[in-house]
């Protein structure tokens, strides 16, 4: 459905203005309610106990001594949930995870939880209930659990996409394939070929508010839950399922979110707390430590992948292959099919195959982290373009520019693209001034391309016109970086009144209809998408008292900035009625006016970038030092250009973390070794420069106002980026992620060597 | 065992009892209704629980409650004067140096003792003055330029 052109040349009146966001004052006062921020009468404090062990059969579980403690009120282990699943694996992986069941899969797997009256109360209960562990082999691993002699994680798992399906269970999930054409005989056109293998370490999304929540169940089965969280509908739909409960029952509200990224587009203590308040019938409050949110929620996989390239020496790219392994944690996922469908999105290629194999490992239950799955193939897939630019001897903006995907390219993943922003971001890359700019002495620049394909998705939007003329939108999408702020001015923009005029909130789930949740950068797009449609619903309403007032057919009514118009010689005449005016003659008129839409938002609009990224590296040490960092992206439309900026700045900011810094190190014991913030090092402010954007508008023509999401890609090219400019620096072409300084320093030495 | 404190919270006089173990953070947000002080790790590595003790900047969740008999301090629920936000405050939202919003009590007591030692601070004086305090949001940028168009507008 295209829907627009004539929308994208227009001067707006408010979108692409850079207003003051509603949430804003809250934020800045210590108003703002975040998961962790509520309480209810009479609550009670939530702990959860967690397996210190990778990989074990639980014998027993004791809880008796813990039940009996003063001031505990419940005290529940698998045995509290039954499985409603009903054979969907999904669902009971999900269920698995929140607690387990005959086995402990992973250092931090919940086994039992407590509900008490106050948090020393229920640290001493969780050390009372004694669970009698089986200590089982275990595989961490990504490439170690393919092997044939790899403990098994779960003996029902027989690898799909591969014929026949083998008789043999294993740690193999599945395999696919992606790509067209024939890559051998694009290798054989080859000059060049290059071909090499990459590793990426396992990172976290590393927001800085623990999962917390308040869970509410009364005796008639009636719930309510208050809870940080990317998709508070899936959330309702999950937790209802898992409990056995109508989800109409279960009323969740979103508290504001601090910080997400993927990490809370899953569920994880939220049935514990609601399974202890149905126990307890009491509402209970459940947070998790830093320390759980690194054992227990979200972290990405774990990558090993191998890049294979050939172009011939006026640089066309003659064939690209890679294969890549991906674990998903303890559970089955397909994390690394998402790698094979995005890793040479931004190319156009003849011959291009992909091979995805995804595994199960003794590790926490991997989430979507931003663009899932994608910056470890930009990793490997950019570095090795780098290469070959280099083996042939042409310039690795020019060798990009000349291999962009344009509109009417065969995507390697499938879809033939329409109009897209590659070519743009790599030409706007090749003129900016940071390209050009002087290195300073062991610095070197580097550049990167990403693609993320952007999500639509279900989406519900009320708009209601208030009794003194002004407006609410209720939208049922998170608010993660201001989106509230954006979708007011798009109904401001569509109904022709000031910002101010529209109050957004996001409402709970027993007042709107199902919405998908913010992931996928879908967020302002789809949202943005309904509450269009909503308010030109609402519009023709208006009109409609319009005419009726007037006695005059409702064609001759039109709405312009902010008023109902007559038009024709007839009628034109008259003066406008105002939305005030209108909606305070409601009552008579036909009463309350509002306009609702609820659509699937497809078509969302693949999303480019290009990063352009200076390194110093101090070759005594092997520390490395962004010093000057570019991102360049498409965002369709910039409804509201400082927060696609911020969108721009944070990604660019994580994928630098991911490149430099951030990984999860395990014992030999299967163990997580540095499950906080001073040993898992996220960028800090004195680690990072100022990080320059540039917003291209190339419209989607899929959109009223031509968006696309801009939450996701800026996190694709940086880790490539990166290493591109460390080899660039240094001279060392660093395979694996993160590049820290003892790696960085082994690399420097064995080029000495 | 507990413990009956009285101390001075944003120039109110205030009493509390609390566990001769309970953190700060804990005192202001589960006693005193305080939640604008956040816990992000429970260890001082996060900054999100900054506030101001006797002048100086710490992590609520590193200092006891205990400890707060006679002393002073702010935290961000006080650096608004009534309806007017302070200068730090007004920037952030005008800079856009929030997304989440969750550090940013945090930011703005660091960056609030910051300015009050060193009014006039380089770019890399503010990188270096809010180094304790985590954001993964921003990546930074736009909340070093809110304190830096707060820094000057505060010089005057």
């Not at chain 1, 967690?50 to 059969?57: I, T």
């Not at chain 1, 499950?675 to 960028?683: E, K, T, V």
């Amino acid at each position: 459905m295209t829907m627009n052109p004539d929308l994208v040349d227009k001067t707006y009146k408010v979108i692409g203005t850079r207003v003051r966001r509603p949430d804003g004052v809250d934020k800045v006062t210590g108003r703002a309610r975040y998961g962790a921020d509520a309480s209810a009468p009479g609550q009670l404090v939530g702990l959860v106990l967690r397996s210190p062990h990778a990989h074990a059969v639980i014998k027993k579980i004791d809880i008796s001594k813990a039940e009996k403690l003063k001031g505990v009120k419940a005290v529940i282990t698998s045995a509290d949930f039954p499985d409603h699943t009903n054979g969907d694996r999904g669902l009971r992986d999900i269920l698995e995870n929140c607690m387990a069941r005959k086995k402990a899969l992973y250092d931090g797997h919940a086994v039992a939880a407590v509900a008490a009256v106050d948090a020393r109360t229920a640290r001493e209960a969780l050390k009372l209930i004694k669970v009698d562990y089986q200590i089982l082999p275990h595989v961490t691993e990504v490439d170690d659990a393919f092997k044939a002699n790899a403990p098994l994680l779960h003996d029902d798992i027989f690898t799909d996409g591969i014929t026949p399906t083998p008789t043999k269970s294993s740690n193999f999930v599945k395999q696919a394939e992606y790509g067209h054409g024939d890559i051998d005989a694009g290798f054989r056109e080859a000059d060049v070929i290059i071909e090499k293998s990459y590793k990426t370490e396992q990172t976290h999304q590393g927001y800085i508010e623990p999962h917390s929540c308040l869970a509410s169940v009364s005796p008639d089965g009636m719930a309510e839950m208050w809870v940080c969280t990317q998709g508070h509908f899936v959330y309702r739909n999950q937790c209802a399922a898992i409990l056995g409960m109508d989800a109409n029952k279960l009323r969740v509200t979103s508290s504001e979110i601090g910080g997400g990224f993927g990490g809370k587009t899953h569920i994880w203590a939220e049935p514990l707390a609601l399974a202890l308040s149905r126990k307890a019938n009491r509402p209970v409050k459940l947070t998790m430590t830093r320390d759980e949110v690194f054992r227990a929620t979200g972290p990405t996989s774990s990558t090993s992948i191998d890049v294979k390239i050939g172009a011939k020496k006026d640089g066309t790219i003659t064939a690209a292959f890679a294969e890549l392994r991906y674990h998903g944690g303890a559970f089955p996922g397909n994390w690394a099919e998402f790698g094979a469908m995005t890793g040479f999105a931004c190319y156009d290629l003849k011959n291009v195959k992909t091979v995805s194999k995804d595994c199960v490992v003794n590790r926490p239950k991997t989430a979507a982290y931003r663009a899932p799955s994608t910056p470890q193939v930009c990793f490997a897939v950019e570095s090795t373009v780098d290469e070959v630019a280099r083996a042939i001897g042409m310039n690795p903006v020019d060798f990009r520019i000349k291999n962009a995907a344009k509109e009417g390219t065969k995507s390697s993943y499938g879809p033939v693209y329409g109009p897209i922003g590659i070519g743009p971001t790599l030409e706007a890359a090749k003129n900016h001034p940071h390209m050009k700019a002087p290195l300073a002495k062991d610095t070197g620049r580097g550049m990167a391309c990403g693609f993320w394909f952007n999500f639509g998705g279900q989406t519900c939007v009320d708009m209601n016109v208030t009794p003194d003329g002004n407006v609410t939108v209720a939208v049922g999408t998170i608010d993660v970086g201001g989106s509230r702020a954006s979708l007011a001015l798009v109904v401001a923009e569509e109904l022709g009144v000031p910002y101010d005029a529209v109050r957004v909130v996001v409402a709970d789930t027993s007042t709107l209809g199902h919405n998908d949740m913010t992931d996928g950068s879908r967020g302002t797009f789809s949202s943005s998408m309904a509450a269009v449609f909503a308010t030109r619903n609402a519009i023709k309403t208006l009109r409609e008292r319009a005419a009726k007032t007037w006695e005059i057919p409702l064609d001759e009514v039109v709405w312009e900035d902010g008023a109902a118009r007559a038009v024709g010689a007839q009628h034109g005449n008259r003066a406008p009625l105002t939305l005030k005016e209108i909606a305070a003659a409601a009552p008579g008129s036909g009463g309350p006016i509002a306009g609702h839409a609820e659509i699937v938002a497809d078509n969302a609009g693949v999303s480019f970038a290009t990063h352009i990224c200076d390194a110093h590296v101090d070759k005594e040490t092997g520390k490395t030092t962004i010093t000057r960092y570019t991102v360049i992206q498409d965002a369709g439309k910039a409804m509201h250009p400082a927060y696609v900026e911020g969108q721009y700045q944070g990604g660019a900011a994580q994928g630098i973390g991911w490149a430099l810094n951030e990984e999860y190190i395990y014992g030999a014991n299967g163990r997580l070794q540095n499950a906080g913030f001073l040993d898992y090092r996220i960028p800090v402010c004195s680690d990072l420069p100022m990080i320059d954007t540039q917003i291209l508008e190339i419209p989607n023509p899929h959109h009223p106002y031509g968006v696309r999401g801009v939450g996701e890609t800026s996190i694709v090219p940086p880790l490539a980026a990166v290493a591109n400019a460390v080899t660039n620096a240094a001279g060392v072409h660093m395979n694996h992620v993160p590049m820290s300084p003892p790696r960085i320093l082994k690399a420097i030495k064995a080029l000495k060597a | 065992m507990s413990v009956h404190v009285k101390t001075t919270i944003n120039g109110d006089q205030v009493e509390f009892v609390c566990g001769a173990d309970e953190p700060l953070l804990d005192v202001l947000r589960n006693r005193l209704g305080l939640t604008g002080a956040k816990e992000g790790c429970g260890t001082g590595d996060c900054g999100a629980c900054s506030v101001i003790l006797d002048g100086r900047l710490v992590c609520s969740c590193l200092v006891l409650g205990a400890e707060m008999d006679g002393r002073s301090v702010e935290t961000i629920e006080g650096m608004a004067d009534g309806a007017k936000l302070h200068p730090l405050q007004q920037q952030f939202i005008d800079n856009a140096a929030l997304q989440c919003g969750v550090c940013t009590p945090g930011f703005l007591m660091a960056a609030q003792a910051l300015l009050r030692k060193n009014p006039d601070p380089t770019e890399e004086d503010i990188r270096f003055g809010l180094a304790g305090n985590l954001c993964r949001c921003t990546g930074y940028d736009k909340i070093v330029r809110a304190v830096q168009a707060a820094a000057k507008e505060m010089r005057g």
